[in-house]
C-alpha cells in the first residue's frame, strides 16, 4: 500500500510515530505471560524484552507433538489504513486457529489506531512475520508497508528489509513483528 506524502520529512515522521504505537505494548519487565518466552532479539524499545509464543503446550523439542492431542494450525495478520496511516497487528496474547479470527483482530487493532478504511496486507501460518516501514524509492515521496516472513522473528525481520532496501527506500523502520504457531490441546 502507498501513501502520497507531499515531502519526505513528514512520511518519516509518521513512520516513526507508527513504529512506537507498536514498541508500547511490549513487556518491560523480564517476565512474560503464560506461554510466551522473551524475544531473543527484540523489535521493539531498546533495554525492553519483547514476549513471543513459546513452544505450543505438548510439544516436546525431541519427539514433536505428543499423542492423544489436537493439533492446531496458529494464524496471524496485518492491517494498514494508508490515509489514516494506521496499522494493526492480530493479539499476540491469543492463539488464533483460524485465519479469519486473525484478520478480524488485526482489523480491530488497526481501527482502534485511528484506520477508518483499514485492509489486511499479510497473513502468515506457522511462521513468524515482521512489518517494516519504507518508502517505495529513493525519493522518499510514499510510505509503504514491506512485509517479511520467516521461521523466527530474525529470519522474518530480514526478510521485510531486504524487501524494502531492494525497493530503494532511503530507509527501513522496523514496526512490529509477531509470530502464529501450531500449537497442541
Not at 508500547?24 to 503464560?34: H, T
Not at 513452544?55 to 494464524?75: A, F, K, L, M, T
Not at 494493526?88 to 485511528?114: M, P, V
Not at 522473528?153 to 504457531?181: H, L, N, T
Amino acid at each position: 500500500m502507498n501513501v502520497e506524502k507531499s515531502s519526505a520529512v513528514p512520511a518519516m515522521i509518521a513512520l516513526l510515530a507508527i513504529s512506537s504505537i507498536y514498541s508500547s505494548g511490549v513487556k518491560a519487565e523480564q517476565g512474560c505471560p503464560d506461554g510466551f518466552v522473551p524475544n531473543a532479539a527484540p523489535t521493539g524499545i531498546p533495554g525492553q524484552n519483547q514476549c513471543i509464543p513459546g513452544p505450543p503446550q505438548g510439544y516436546d523439542s525431541g519427539n514433536g507433538y505428543s499423542s492423544g492431542s489436537s493439533h492446531h494450525d496458529g494464524h496471524g495478520a496485518f492491517a494498514f489504513d494508508p490515509a489514516a496511516m494506521a496499522v494493526g497487528a492480530s493479539d499476540i496474547q491469543t492463539a488464533f486457529a483460524r485465519s479469519w479470527q486473525a484478520k478480524w483482530s488485526a482489523l480491530r487493532s488497526c481501527k482502534k489506531n485511528g484506520g477508518t478504511d483499514c485492509k489486511i496486507i499479510a497473513t502468515f501460518e506457522n511462521e513468524c512475520a515482521a512489518a517494516v516501514l519504507g518508502a517505495t524509492d529513493s525519493s522518499n515521496a510514499k510510505v509503504t508497508i514491506y512485509v517479511g516472513k520467516g521461521p523466527n522473528i530474525d529470519d522474518a525481520q530480514g526478510d521485510a528489509e531486504q524487501r524494502c532496501k531492494a525497493a530503494g527506500s532511503p530507509v527501513c523502520k522496523a514496526a512490529y513483528s509477531d509470530c502464529a504457531m501450531p500449537w497442541q490441546d
